[in-house]
Nanobody, 119 residues
Framework: VRLEESGGGLVQAGSSLRLSCEAS????????MGWNRQAPGKQRELVAT????????TYADSVKGRFTISRDNAKNTMYLEMTNLQPEDTAVYSC?????????????WGQGTQVTVSS
């Protein structure tokens, strides 16, 4: 499975951005996907997850009400709609996917896309 993010950029506080994560390869084995972020000097934070089949979502408290995760299985693409962005949202955003792999599972990661929010 290969993941490729897009949609990052430099925006002002209060703006919106939509990130995309396109999966390719053995996508049929993916059962959950998520968005993570890492700011300089900070630990990676799990932002949101979505179950591929049911669409059930989870969010970090820091983004609830502002970010929305969604997926389009026909396009093998996951999205993160971010609204009312704040400087503290500045980070490299990466998507990940977990797939069935034999009797266990395997995790895949994209390269990440930079989101910078100016005040």
């Amino acid at each position: 499975v290969r993941l490729e993010e897009s949609g990052g950029g430099l925006v002002q506080a209060g703006s919106s951005l939509r990130l995309s994560c396109e999966a390719s390869g053995s996508t049929f084995s993916i059962f959950t996907m998520g968005w993570n972020r890492q700011a300089p000097g900070k630990q990676r934070e799990l932002v949101a997850t979505i179950a591929r089949s049911t669409g059930v979502t989870t969010y970090a408290d820091s983004v609830k009400g502002r970010f929305t995760i969604s997926r389009d299985n026909a396009k093998n693409t996951m999205y993160l709609e971010m609204t009312n962005l704040q400087p503290e949202d500045t980070a490299v955003y990466s998507c990940n996917a977990v797939s069935n792999y034999g009797v266990g599972y395997k995790e895949y990661w994209g390269q990440g896309t930079q989101v910078t929010v100016s005040s």
